[in-house]
């Protein structure tokens, strides 16, 4: 922390609060749980400590074992243990409230840990209770503190039903104004229904909620419009695929968040999802804006190709058959020639050419885009992408390099209480340093810390800052026009 200014003296030089979109806090399961059985008892208790099951079982085998398995190396030794004051602000929040000023923030939405991964349990019925039981205790964790803190509550998403059903619950009877939507998560492939689970587990699908799904989740963003929540994901990619290394937890999760959030970013976008609901606002956690600009490119560059007029391009009957015959002859491929002659003058046959079936054409047809100011609307507007402190690749969010000029939505995630903040005074000014190193400016930086999380939240529920250490701020963020880039 030498070569750093302390973050009470980076916030005293700024004329604008800092928002932490994404801080967390670290469960202590064992009292947790009991107070889930307190309240809502023991299904949804012993629920809770199942699921906290699965890292400690995996380090409990050999690599070897790992690997028989297809199990991935976990992550050893993941809570902050030499600086204890900051172990003991992890695991109580009250304490956390209390150093908030030190850290130099002002108002913090804080996301789970244990609770990561309880919207991926399999079992209906244990899912419901334990999801349940967690936002519940979670809620009387952060009773009280709700001008400075607001915790993030699990929303399941195996169906429509039980989502709208957690979302009325949590908002209407604990006061809830942040959501940790479910996705990513694993269905099993019909074809291998009847597979045992060690070997089952692989075959199976990812729900990206906006293509290819079983249900139809329209119902849950109009929920989300209803009740004023912007939905945010907290998915992640590790032991899946590419990141399922029996033997080095790093090479598992580098990039494992971006990539779940890639994923549902894409299915939301060309199932048309922010064409529906135009003003719902959606953020991707923790994998940081990197992969959001080059998502945002790579949809244009292939809309350029796979869109309506550029598919057409490669219509086969659109193949001058007398020209290409002509040139074939012209340079002596009478090998091809013959094989012409054959096909008729096709050089496939049309069974050879197969469009799968797929009723459209056109991928990009239900974002039904027909000017550039559209793919500004539909994704460099609604998206927001969190962001850790010292992330170099932040800058990409207001670089020109962007499609259009178009500024991306990065918000500032401390990820404060896990093992990548190893000292929770620096995010920070480790967040800052871009601007001391004019790599960004100091009005990029006010967008970052604290004007895009006011439009993520604010935007869906122009309540949700009231009554907050920076509720005058964030009203002034709100009445402002909107930032718009135009779109020649």
């Known amino acids: ?50 699921a906290q099951r699965r890292i400690p ?37 009250r304490l956390l409230y209390d150093r908030l000023d030190e850290l130099g923030i002002d108002f913090a939405v804080i996301y789970p840990t244990s609770g990561l991964s309880i919207p991926r349990i399999p079992d209906d019925e244990t899912r419901h209770a334990v999801v349940r039981g967690f936002n519940i205790v979670t809620a009387e964790y952060f009773d009280k503190l709700g001008d400075r803190l607001t915790p993030a509550a699990v929303i399941p998403m195996f169906t429509p039903e039980e989502a709208i059903a957690e979302l009325e619950f949590c908002t209407n009877k604990l006061g809830t104004k942040v959501g940790m939507f479910g996705g990513g998560f694993a ?33 849950v963003w109009q929920k989300c419009r209803e009740i004023g929540m912007a939905p945010t994901f907290h998915a992640g990619g590790r032991s899946m695929g590419l990141r399922n290394s029996p033997s080095n937890f790093t090479f598992n999760h580098i990039g494992h968040f971006a990539a779940a959030g890639h994923s549902i970013a894409k299915g939301l976008f060309l199932g048309g999802v922010t064409r529906r609901f135009p003003d719902l606002n959606f953020a991707f956690l923790e994998g940081g804006v990197g992969w959001g600009c080059q998502l945002f490119a790579d949809l244009i560059e292939h809309w350029e190709r796979r869109g309506a007029k550029g598919i057409a391009y490669m219509d086969p009957k659109k193949l001058d058959r007398k020209l290409l015959r002509s040139l074939i002859d012209k340079y002596g491929y009478t090998d091809m020639a013959a094989e012409l002659d054959r096909r008729d003058g096709w050089p496939c046959a049309e069974e050879d050419e197969p469009t799968g079936g797929v009723p459209m054409l056109d991928d990009f047809a239900a974002c039904k885009i027909a000017r ?82 006011v439009r993520l939240w604010g935007q869906q529920n122009p309540r949700f800052f009231e009554g907050t250490r920076v509720a005058k701020q964030a009203a002034a963020v709100l009445a402002a026009p909107p930032i718009r880039v135009a779109a020649e």
Request: proline share 5%; charged share 25%.
């Open 1 to 50: 922390m030498s070569a750093h200014r302390s973050p009470a003296d980076v916030r005293s030089s700024l004329e604008h609060p800092i928002i932490d979109a994404d801080g967390h806090w670290v469960e202590y399961n064992a009292v947790f749980a009991e107070r889930m059985r307190a309240l809502a008892g023991n299904k949804a208790a012993d629920g809770f400590i199942a």
């Open 57 to 93: 079982d995996a380090l409990n085998l050999s690599i070897a074992e790992r690997k028989q398995r297809g199990i991935a190396m976990e992550g050893y030794w993941g809570r902050q243990s030499t600086n204890t004051r900051d172990r003991a602000t992890a695991m109580m929040p």
């Open 187 to 219: 269905r099993r492939v019909p074809l291998a229904k009847d597979l045992d689970m060690p070997v089952g587990r692989f075959a199976v699908t990812y729900e990206n909620l906006g293509i290819d799904s079983d249900h139809d989740y329209d119902v």
């Open 372 to 453: 550039k100011q559209d793919w500004l609307d539909l994704y460099a507007r609604p998206y927001y992408f969190g962001c850790e402190a010292d992330d170099r690749m932040n800058v990409t969010a207001f670089g020109r390099a962007n499609p259009f000029g178009a500024r991306i939505n990065a918000v500032f995630s401390s990820d404060i209480g896990h093992f990548d903040v190893p000292d929770m005074l620096s995010p920070v000014p480790e967040a800052y340093e871009l601007v001391e190193q004019e790599l960004i400016t100091a009005d990029d930086f006010r967008d970052f810390a604290f004007a895009n999380a």
